[in-house]
């Protein structure tokens, strides 16, 4: 589905990625993992057309997308929660919903898509519908973000740090919501802080260091991989 092809990618003149390659395939969850300042979150920008590789190209189904801009991928079938949720406080839970459907691909079908698909799937955000999203909860304001990123009608889904600053419980909440998510068919790409959890939902992820891929494979096995073990999971 998604091919990304040894990218270089530059804040100026500060280069953060260096041939990074990776791909997803249809149905599946792929993390990246790694530590701070890898090139994690400019990856998942570079594919969502934020921002642009100096070489190197990214095709998505079929087609080559990394000189679009954001809003041609959104309509592509890419759908990016960023990291730090980025909702419109002052407006309701149903207003930051509806305009996460404000794309041509799925205009027509956002009340349709709110009522048989989202508030189903996350029915507090039913719940709190009218309520001010800057006054929600931040667990709850994380299932807006990805609620928000599903009205879209995505064929790909990248959530950059779903969990960061939630409680433990809350964190196993969203994780159940991504395995749902995806359980409905959708393929996922995670930037995850949480390790553990993240690769124990994945089925493939890849290891990101200074700016490109060291290690990649299923999930599981990375999970018992020395390296990882050492490295991100400080064991
Ligand atoms: P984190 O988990 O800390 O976000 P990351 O793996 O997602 O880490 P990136 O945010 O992709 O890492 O950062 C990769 C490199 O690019 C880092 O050296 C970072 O300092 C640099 N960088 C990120 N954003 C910018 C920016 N807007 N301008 C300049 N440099 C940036």
């Not at 124990?200 to 990649?216: C, F, L, P, Q, W």
């Amino acid at each position: 589905m998604l091919q990304v092809e040894e990218i270089d990618v530059f804040y100026g003149d500060m280069q953060a990625l260096n041939g990074l390659a990776l791909d997803v395939r249809e149905g599946e969850i792929v993390a990246l993992v790694g530590a701070n300042g890898a090139g994690k979150s400019t990856t998942l920008r570079t594919i969502s057309g934020l921002l642009h590789p100096r070489n190197g190209r990214i095709v998505f189904c079929g087609g080559e997308i990394h000189k679009n801009d954001p809003h041609t991928i959104v309509d592509l079938g890419i759908s990016h929660v960023p990291e730090g949720r980025q909702l419109f406080p002052m407006m309701s839970v149903r207003e930051n919903l509806l305009l996460g459907g404000h794309v041509k691909r799925a205009r027509g079908q956002r009340e349709e898509k709110l009522i048989k698909e989202i508030f189903p799937m996350f029915p507090r955000l039913k719940e709190r519908e009218h309520q001010m999203a800057g006054t929600l909860s931040g667990g709850e304001q994380q299932m807006v973000a990805i609620a928000r990123g599903m009205m879209s009608n995505p064929r790909l889904l990248i959530l950059d740090e779903p969990s960061l600053g939630l409680a433990p419980v809350i964190v196993k909440e969203m994780f159940e919501i991504i395995k749902t998510i995806r359980s409905k068919g959708m393929t996922v790409m995670i930037v995850e802080q949480n390790v553990v959890q993240t690769l124990k939902i994945a089925d493939r992820a890849y290891v990101v260091e200074n700016g490109h891929v060291v290690m990649s494979g299923d999930s599981k096995e990375l999970l018992n991989d020395d390296h990882v073990k050492q490295a991100y999971l400080g064991m």
